[in-house]
């Protein structure tokens, strides 16, 4: 923790206003998931917290590392990527899933699945 | 070179992580290309096609527009997040965008970027038709998100993949 102690108050707040910005759209997400109703407004909820919520966290441990190691600390780029790269893979099961389901059942107001080849 | 390396993207990229998450000396950086090499060549068993990029400045120029756009569609679905409740009037809804890509890799990139501005998310893509199905958060006028796809994201794939 002591290493910690030698940063600069401008670069220590800095890193606390990026974790903040982080986490607080982290959480906005999970209470978006959490209150929304329909099972499609909720698919973009989670979205908060894996772009910007990521990315400022990741900021912050980016200036914070870098300060303290005295080097350029950029390992938090490879979660960012993988994070950005894999998200959208879940987001398609779920949301192609939820579309199965709800035109086996015969919801209103889902779009049909497309016709072959007359479709716009 | 084709034979040994062919997938030439792949195994640069793997290579800079390599280094990225260990010290940065000679050691690592034979051994990390050697890896590199090797997943490259067992990559290309399982998809012998080498992603074909014709121009980088449209990709350079995809990645500015969409960190702004990642921002400004953060800060609109948070406070969208927040006046719901309150208001009631945000209108989600579905809309088809008919695609001129084609190019696999391109579209994976295209989803990556539209999965990652909040506000939009890709549903179904229908390869035969070739339109993508996508779910607003905030659908204000439909033609709005058509042109916007088509003229901030698809050109600059578009001239950027072969």
């Given at each position: 923790?002591?290493?910690?102690?030698?940063?600069?108050?401008?670069?220590m707040l800095l890193v606390a206003a990026l974790l903040v910005l982080g986490s607080t759209l982290t959480l906005l997400g999970a209470f978006g998931l959490l209150h929304l109703k329909s099972f499609y407004d909720r698919l973009h909820a989670p979205t908060l917290g894996t772009s910007w919520g990521t990315a400022a966290i990741l900021l912050a441990s980016m200036l914070c590392w870098s300060w303290v190691q005295d080097r350029v600390f950029v390992h938090e780029?490879?979660?960012?990527l993988c994070v950005m790269v894999t998200t959208p893979v879940t987001l398609m099961l779920l949301g192609r899933a939820a579309l199965h389901r709800d035109r086996a059942e015969g919801?209103?107001?889902?779009?049909?699945?497309?016709?072959?080849?007359?479709?716009d | 070179m084709s034979r040994f390396l062919p997938h030439p993207l792949l195994s640069c990229a793997l290579t800079l992580?390599?280094?990225?998450?260990?010290?940065?000396?000679?050691?690592?950086?034979v051994l990390g290309s050697?890896?590199?090499?090797?997943?490259?060549?067992?990559?290309?068993?399982?998809?012998?096609?080498?992603?074909?990029i014709r121009a980088w400045t449209p990709l350079l120029r995809l990645?500015?527009?969409?960190?702004?756009?990642?921002?400004?569609?953060?800060?609109?679905?948070?406070?969208?997040?927040?006046?719901?409740g309150r208001h009631g009037a945000r209108k989600s809804g579905f809309v088809r965008i008919p695609l001129r890509l084609r190019d696999p890799v391109a579209l994976a990139v295209l989803a990556v970027v539209?999965?990652?501005?909040?506000?939009?998310?890709?549903?179904?893509?229908?390869?035969?038709?070739?339109?993508?199905?996508?779910?607003?958060?905030d659908m204000i006028d439909e033609a709005e998100w058509h042109a916007l796809i088509r003229d901030r994201y698809e050109a600059l794939l578009l001239e950027a993949f072969a």
């Open positions: 923790m002591t290493a910690l102690a030698t940063l600069p108050p401008w670069l780029l490879v979660i960012g919801q209103p107001d889902i779009p049909p699945a497309p016709d072959r080849g007359e479709q | 992580m390599w280094l990225l998450l260990t010290r940065f000396s000679l050691g690592h950086l050697a890896i590199a090499l090797f997943a490259g060549l067992a990559f290309a068993r399982i998809e012998p096609q080498a992603p074909r990645v500015g527009i969409v960190s702004v756009d990642i921002v400004r569609s953060n800060w609109a679905v948070a406070r969208l997040m927040l006046t719901n539209l999965t990652a501005t909040p506000g939009t998310a890709w549903l179904e893509y229908d390869p035969e038709a070739g339109t993508l199905l996508l779910h607003v958060f």
